[in-house]
């Protein structure tokens, strides 16, 4: 029964009044933060449901019906009614990144244009108002999903010439959705000597027409020349603009908790300042990305868990030992389906990866590795496998594959055997699934993609994010995306390996914490965690299906304090 307590907020003499005569007998701990009258799924392991929260110095003191809470408002008590609205854990992104959600607001946004022509068309208007010989830079597009091929084209991807042409004077880089692509035009080719005669370099390929000439295209690990000259001191300004802008849309979003996959040193101290400073409003679990020789180095130093009143923690290493399937730089184990000189790409040598291995064990930091392919996956496997049994003395390693998009069949029981959590992404499964089959044909992919049930059914740990910015940070959309698998067509890709709506949401709250040592102070909503929650407008555990999607944020609390309200 839904009880109306407007009053005790707005009259909070009254409800000392009211306390007295009804609750003097059982004197309760005076709260900072109570949320009441709503449906509060705890996501514990009783699977326990409430009516209502009560917060005190940031953490959670008790949670129950209203009449069991209701002693905890007294003078000074901040008390919200829900409405009956659903309050969780807070969201946990799983995997993204967290800057670059940040300079994604910066530059060109290229996932609304629907063909090459429109990007052309903004890289145009950019150049307008571009000082000669400055940087256009965008993100976002994706081939795939354009209305149109672009023509002319070379392996499904356009030539540079009509970019090229509106951009003469200025040097572009337009980032792939995945990031595991660029395409540029002459004078950023000019400017970091790229021509017909340029070699292909470690971990990266320069696409060429049947001619030999470069097309515009760069997989993974080409580098580029001549970038924008910045004083330290603009290179900070600029990447606090950028810390401010993903914050606030996380936020905006019900993301509580964010583990980045993926900065340096240096952003990794930018964090630490903005933690001291207050300036942090979520909170960030952290993987290190660097050489093995900067390892070697600071590994040691940097290790960090809990600063900043639980809002920074360094404990993970990220690399990546291939690419991305959409530009074909996925490594598998059998050539593509629609491209059959092609196998992908090893970004990283094996052996360079069991020495970053070695270090993790060292240190003990927890090893993610990006693995898309199935050869790739299995490759992460035999390493992480080699590790452990050269370590004996030590367990509960939880390291990680992040994406694990395509496996072989016989490596998914290993994930389980092994303990190997499988960091991935519901998001991507729709967004990619009208061109999986097409890349790897329909064995592969019934078999291997996206086979969320079959390694939950192994014993692995499943966790959800989005990659952003490859996809919006939105924890709604990929929720939808893991429980329905539906496509824009209507049509479901293999619906026999979507997860219930409780283990969606578990994938984005308990199981995420799990996969970074944090399930005793978040990811649930018990007494003694850490207050996140994230309030929705409808229960997405109820709804029907076709609802999920149109589901908003109410409010988003990190710590026991507002951080989002919806207007």
Known sequence: MQRNWGI????????????AAGCASEPRQAADLVLYNGKVVTVDEAGTEAQAIAVKDGKIVAVGSDDEIRPHIQEGTEAIDLQGRLAIPGFIEGHGHFMGIGNSKLILDLTTPKNWDEIVAMVAEAAKSAQPGEWIRGRGWYQDKWDKPPDPSWEGFPIHDSLSAVSPGNPVVLTHASGHARFVNAKAMEMSGIDAETENPPGGEILRDK??????????RVPLRGGDQQSPQEREAEARKMAQLAAEDCLSKGVTSFQDAGSGFETIDLFKKLADEGALPLRLWVM??????????????????????DHLTVRGIKVSIDGALGSRGAWLLEPYSDAPELSGLNLVPVEDVKETARLAAE??????????GDRANREVLDIFEETFQANPEKSDWRWRIEHAQHLHLD????FGELGVIASMQGVHCTSDAPWVPDRL?????????YVW?????SKALVTNGTDAPVEDVSPIASYYSTVSRRLDDGSVFYPDQRMKRM?????????????????????SLEPGKLADITVLSKDILTVDEEEIPTTEVAYTIVGGKVAYKAE
């Open 441 to 449: 044909g329909d064995k592969r992919s019934e078999e291997g993609a």
């Open 288 to 309: 290190i990305r660097a050489s093995n020789e900067q390892l070697a180095e600071k590994l040691a130093s940097y290790r960090t868990i809990g600063y900043g009143n």
């Open 453 to 457: 049930q079959k390694l939950m059914q």
């Open 503 to 523: 283990e969606a949401l578990r994938s984005y709250t308990i199981n995420v914490a799990k996969a970074a040592f944090e399930e005793d102070i978040k990811g």
């Open 211 to 220: 001619g030999g000439r470069p097309t515009g295209l760069l997989r993974e």
């Open 411 to 414: 490596d998914i029981p290993r």
């Open 8 to 19: 005790l907020a707005l009259l909070p003499a009254v409800a000392m009044i009211l306390l």
């Open 363 to 372: 240190h003990d930091y927890q090893l993610c590795i990006h693995a898309i």
